[in-house]
């Protein structure tokens, strides 16, 4: 199960951190992505984090967004920099490994609306 937290209001320039907190497995183990859905767009991806802490970003927000992940605290995290109103989105986290294992879990979306 994952939930997903930490959208809002925010002008454009600011910053927020998303979180993303996973039960039900073992968090180690799960290759992790932030996804988001604009009005009227389809999902694309966002950021990628694998078991081994590598990471791979949308060129649209690269240099801007961190994803990063807490094993101890079974946590991922995207915080987002210098916010853009083009970032407004419903923001998904989603496992689609655990070791070896494709898999495709997706959590229920936080909203972030970034106005100009």
Do not use: H
């Not at 991922?76 to 496992?95: F, G, R, S, W």
Request: aromatic letters at 10%.
């Amino acid at each position: 199960q994952l939930q997903a937290s930490g959208g809002g209001l925010v002008q454009a320039g600011g910053s927020l951190r998303l979180s993303c907190a996973a039960s039900g497995g073992i968090f180690s183990f799960m290759a992790l992505n932030w996804y988001r859905q604009a009005p009227g767009k389809q999902r694309e991806l966002v950021a990628g984090i694998s078991t081994f802490g590598s990471t791979n970003y949308a060129e649209s927000v690269r240099g801007r967004f961190t994803i990063s992940r807490d094993n101890a605290k079974n946590t991922m995290y995207l915080q987002m920099n210098n916010l853009k109103p083009e970032d407004t989105a419903v923001y998904y986290c989603n496992v689609d490994r655990i070791g070896t294992v494709a898999r495709d879990y997706w959590g229920q979306g936080t909203l972030v609306t970034v106005s100009s």
